[in-house]
């Protein structure tokens, strides 16, 4: 009887025993494996060539790009007032010894609740205010707090006395007190006389509104003339007339472009108010005056503001709220030549 452990003898023509068959079948794996890997490692040879090399020299960022990189890492809460909502101008002047002589408000009649403006009464009063030439800032003054005052100023009161040409120069870096003004031997020789400098800008965080006190030559607060109507100068006006007019003189035979009309939008339900035009009545008030409203600690002293308002009326007006809350910031008080509030 045969051992069950006996090898059977090879198959004729099979080129050697059963026993190299697994061998074939590893080389065959192997050879797959190895195209695998030099596919994939084909592939990662070109998407490295596609990305740009780390080690590769980057160009050097400008000193205006790393500025503004430095702004933007800040903590926008450390500087609210780049963010501001609302934007006033304040003009003045100064007397020979450098102190604050007069301020330009402006007089503007408004329905406010008598409480608001302190009055012992309820409901709704009618009263003219005296506040400052303001408004929102819009898109095209491009985040620009001196452009968006000047074009307020303009527009409400038609550039009264032609001083919104003084926002163009003038240097906001901080106003100089009254006893330490280099320019006061200068002013005393000519009431003409203006340098730009001595401004002062101050942020109100509780109107996210920025306040610009910008100085006028004492000779500017005679005039009472205005240089603009629905926000648009008189200069500018004639120029489009005088465009316009050189337009319809042209040759008849000269081919014109077919102007294109606008076509009205559907805006829907409006959610705003169009702003009004020229509707603020500039006045100048005495210094003196300012500093004993300040003093006052009423929420809207009553001021004298020089001229009537009406049949016997003696032509004061109150300070409105937020103004009077303006003028009664330390440094603004400094400025004024009021002295520091007691403290609590």
Not at 149 to 165: F, I, N, P, S, W
Request: glycine share 8%.
């Amino acid at each position: 009887r045969p051992s069950v452990f006996m090898r059977p003898p090879p198959r004729p023509g099979a080129g050697g025993s059963a026993a190299m068959a697994p061998v074939e079948g590893g080389k065959k794996k192997k050879k797959a494996r190895a195209k695998a890997e030099a596919e994939a490692k084909a592939a990662a040879e070109a998407s490295a060539a596609a990305e740009p090399r780390k080690d590769k020299a980057q160009p050097k960022a400008t000193e205006s790009e790393r500025g503004v990189a430095a702004s933007a890492a800040q903590d926008p809460k450390a500087h609210p007032e780049e963010s501001y909502s609302a934007s006033s101008v304040i003009f003045f002047t100064r007397d020979e010894a450098g102190a604050v002589s007069k301020v330009l408000l402006a007089v503007e009649e408004r329905k406010v609740q008598a409480s608001y403006i302190g009055l012992n009464q309820k409901g709704k009063v009618v009263q003219r205010m005296l506040l400052f030439p303001m408004g929102r800032r819009e898109k095209k003054d491009k985040c620009d707090t001196v452009e968006t005052a000047k074009r307020e100023y303009v527009e409400e009161t038609g550039d009264y006395g032609g001083l919104a040409k003084y926002l163009d120069f003038a240097d906001f870096s901080g106003a100089a007190a009254a006893g330490d003004d280099p320019a006061a031997e200068l002013r005393k020789a000519s009431d003409k006389f203006w340098t730009g400098k001595g401004n002062m800008a101050v942020y109100f965080a509780a109107a996210s509104m920025i306040n610009l006190f910008c100085e006028v030559p004492a000779k500017a607060a005679e005039s009472s003339e205005r240089k603009a109507s629905g926000g648009v100068s008189f200069a500018e006006q004639e120029a489009a007339i005088a465009k316009a007019k050189a337009r319809a003189e042209e040759p008849a035979a000269k081919k014109r472009k077919k102007e294109r009309t606008e076509q009205p939008q559907q805006v829907g339900n409006r959610t705003y108010h169009v702003g009004r035009h020229d509707h603020l009545d500039p006045v100048w008030i005495d210094a003196a005056e300012l500093r004993a409203a300040v003093a006052s600690g009423e929420r809207s002293p009553a001021l004298a503001t020089g001229k009537a308002v009406g049949e016997g009326e003696d032509g004061k007006c109150r300070l409105f709220p937020t103004a009077a809350s303006v003028l009664r910031m330390p440094e603004v008080r400094e400025w004024l030549g009021v002295p520091s509030a007691p403290k609590a």
